[in-house]
């Protein structure tokens, strides 16, 4: 009989044993501020903490004990200009087609999704292709939550804390080639886990987007593995999909299996379906309406409250210069 361990980094910290809890970073942050150890090494900021972490780490009594991750140290950099958005509504009003087309019952449609065991492949023009086990993967890198607002194209908006890692972090483990331009992400493809694949097989499964290098360097970009504090539920893109605050919603991949580095534009999934309302920048702008609708105001959910859409989603200070003509 083949017994599975479920990975630890997708278990409560509470059903950790001591040894996970002493990898896990809040914990070990706690017993660094209570001595004098912060002062001594240094530990000011958070990418600080990171680097502590990872060079006193030892052996972990099991594998699974290093990847109890949650919960991680807030980014206290990245702001809000609203609440955080309930977390009932950011796990149950849901954009994720695989499972079907309404929102709120897309929540209910995933019970068949195994997003575990998970591996991700990168491949393409790089230095060090490689499948990685996301378990594996998720030790080599940086992990904060951080608070960033999402907007949909459909012009509904909320604002959610990311667990995750900068996808910079993982480029820079990778090291793409100098002729690589562009990075083309592929979504899982598995009909018979995903309803909404079966009943809407015209889609040209499995989802596809993609992103200019430049843009996937920038800090804002965030590869997410949990929301909450917790590991990331299913319908939210289980394991691992991405976070881009200053582009329309679809840019930001769910399930994510495959991470190509190209020369050239990648087609996305939204462009080929239909060209003239979805580009492959798609950056949140109220002065470029939908064909269909305006982009000028967006409206919170839940509750509904309309505020005025801001170029780059509020971000024009961390991206303008990438679209500078
Ligand atoms: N694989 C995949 N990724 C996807 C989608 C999808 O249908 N399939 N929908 C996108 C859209 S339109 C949005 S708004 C966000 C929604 O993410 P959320 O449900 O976590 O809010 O996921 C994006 N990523
Ligand atoms: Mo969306």
Redesign the pocket.
């Known amino acids: 009989m083949l017994i599975r361990t479920p990975p630890l980094w997708q278990i409560p910290e509470s059903a950790a044993t001591p040894e996970a809890v002493y990898y896990n970073r809040r914990a070990f942050l706690r017993q660094l501020g209570k001595g004098a150890a912060a002062a001594t090494l240094g530990l000011s900021g958070l990418g600080n903490a990171a680097e502590v972490f990872a060079a006193s780490r030892q052996p972990a009594a099991t594998d699974a004990a290093a990847k109890n991750i949650f919960p991680a140290p807030r980014n206290a950099k990245y702001v809000l200009d609203r609440p955080v958005t309930e977390e009932h509504a950011?796990t149950h009003?849901?954009?994720?087609?695989?499972f079907g087309t309404d929102?709120q019952e897309?929540a209910n449609m995933v019970s068949a999704f195994k997003t575990q065991p998970w591996s991700v492949a990168v491949t393409g023009l790089v230095a060090q292709p490689k499948t990685y086990d996301l378990d594996d993967l998720v030790r080599l890198l940086p992990i904060e939550e951080r608070l960033y607002r999402?907007r949909?194209?459909?012009a509904w908006a909320?604002a959610?804390p990311w667990t995750g890692f900068p996808l910079k972090a993982l480029i820079d483990l990778v090291q793409p080639l100098s002729n690589a331009k562009y990075m083309r992400m592929i979504?899982f493809n598995k009909p018979a886990e995903a309803p909404g694949m079966r009943s809407q097989s015209w889609y040209a499964w499995?989802?596809y987007?993609g992103l200019r290098l430049d843009e996937a360097m920038n800090e804002l970009a965030f590869l997410v593995l949990g929301l909450y504090g917790k590991p990331l539920p299913k319908?939210?893109?289980a394991p691992i999909?991405l976070a881009l605050p200053w582009k329309?919603?679809?840019?930001?991949?769910?399930?994510i299996v495959q991470m190509e580095f190209t020369d050239k534009q990648p087609r996305t999934?939204w462009n080929d379906i239909a060209p003239l309302e979805y580009d492959f920048i798609s950056n949140v702008n109220p002065k470029v309406p939908h064909p269909r609708w305006s982009q000028a105001t967006e409206q919170l959910i839940p509750g509904g409250e309309r505020r005025a859409t801001l170029l780059y989603n509020g971000y024009a200070e961390y991206v303008a210069h990438l679209y500078k003509a």
């Open positions: 950011v009003y849901n954009n994720f087609y695989e929102k897309v999402h949909c194209v459909e909320m959610v979504s499995p989802y987007e319908q939210n893109g999909r329309y919603g679809y840019k930001s991949i769910k399930s999934f």
